[in-house]
Each structure stands twice: as C-alpha cells, then as structure tokens.
C-alpha cells in the first residue's frame, strides 16, 4: 500500500515568487492536512482539507493557501515568498477522523533565498 | 487552548539504557493520544497511540499510558539502540472534532554506542 507523496522534495525559490507543493494521500483517504515545521516554530497546523472543502484553517497570512481535488490530491500554494517560509511542508492524510491518526510524508524543503 | 508539554532536550543515552520522555497535556475532554517519531531528512512516523484513558499504546518496545489523572502519555523503552536516535514528539486533536494535531515541541533522542 502506497504511502503519503509529496513532491518535489526540495525546492530552492527566491523572495517574491511563489510555489505549488503537491500530496497525494493514501488510497482511500480523503482527508489531508498540511503542517510547517520551523526549528524555531516546531509543527504548525496550516489547514486540512475534506472531500474538496478546507475544514480547518491554521493562524497563517492568506498568502498560504490550499486546495483538494476530487480524486484526494491535495496542493498547497505560497505567495510572495519571505525568507521566515523556509520550512519543511508536511502533508499527513486520514480516512477523515483525527482520532485514528494520521500518516504524514516525507515532506517538501522549501529553501527561499 | 489545548497544549502538549514535552521535556526538553536533547537527550543522550547509552545503548541498552532505560529511556523515558515526558509528556503532558491541557486538552477538553478526553482525545486520543500520540506520539510520533521523526528519522533524520524524513517525515513523521506514528510509533503508538492511545484512544482512552488508561490505554496503553507500544510499539517497537516502546510504550506509553494514557493517564487522565496525572494528563500525561509519557514514553518509555527498556532498552534502546542506536537506530532510536530521532526526534520523538507527543501529540493530540485540540478537542473534540478538530480535525488537525498539536505538536509538542519535540525532543531530540541520540543514543550513542
């Protein structure tokens, strides 16, 4: 059973531009959030995604956004990039309740230069 | 809001020693608990979990008791290798329904030969 994809794995952007980082979940998921992970931050909630509508929104600028297509790929996409993005972008899925828990991918390494 | 504590690190250990990572939490009702594990240049891996109060996740050696009296999860391992050395982080739903994670802030396990 394939697990969480997310590509690209690293990415290498320059203030000011934007990117599009993609996840696919696990077969049969149709929930998939996305969480930050700074060291100085730790693991920050961005938003989560249902069935093609956003559930749940973290204390992000609107410059984060996200959106998730029928077939449960979800994408995320930043704007006007700053240097404080530099993270790394986790996406996680789930059959849809937070109480079973979540499987998470590798993630994105989004360097902004 | 609802929070997870966890003990500072980093922790160094010997191989073979006995391990404990604290974990503690504010949370309304009664959610399921996690703890997850991150590899270095990888994603987040769920080890255990525990969906009641008094359950015992444990996986891979490692196990955790989800203690509503005292609200703690802490993680224990008899006795540890050098392939635990990793980031351990502690985490729940914020309450019930909430379709997202709050992390602890993680703490960094090196066990050494």
């Known amino acids: 059973k394939a697990g969480v994809t997310q590509t690209p794995r ?7 531009q934007q990117v599009t980082l993609s996840c696919s979940p696990i077969s049969g998921h149709r929930s998939v959030s996305w969480y930050q992970q700074t060291p100085g931050q ?4 961005l938003f989560e995604y249902f069935s093609e509508t956003q559930r749940n929104k973290g204390n992000f600028p ?8 029928s077939n449960s790929r979800s994408e995320m996409n930043v704007s006007t990039l700053e240097l404080g993005d530099s993270a790394l972008y986790l996406c996680a899925s789930s059959l849809g309740d937070s109480s079973y828990g979540y499987t998470f991918g590798s993630g994105t390494r989004l360097t902004v230069v | 809001g609802d929070s997870v504590t966890q003990m500072e690190g980093p922790v160094t250990l010997s191989e073979e020693a006995f391990l404990t990572i604290n974990c503690t939490y504010t949370a309304t009702g009664y959610p399921s608990l996690f703890w997850y594990v991150q590899y270095p240049g990888e994603g987040l891996q769920l080890l255990l979990k525990a969906t009641k109060a008094d359950d015992k996740g444990s996986n891979k050696g490692f196990e955790a008791t989800y203690r ?3 609200t703690s999860f802490h993680l224990e391992k008899g006795s540890v290798q050098v392939s635990d050395s990793a980031v351990y982080f502690c985490a729940l739903p914020p309450n019930q329904g909430a379709q997202k994670l709050v992390f602890g802030q993680g703490t960094r396990l090196t066990i050494n030969p």
């Open chain 1, 62 to 69: 609107g410059r984060f956004s996200g959106r998730q297509f």
């Open chain 1, 10 to 16: 690293y990415l290498i952007k320059t203030r000011g």
């Open chain 1, 42 to 45: 730790g693991l920050q909630f």
């Open chain 2, 68 to 70: 509503k009296e005292t």
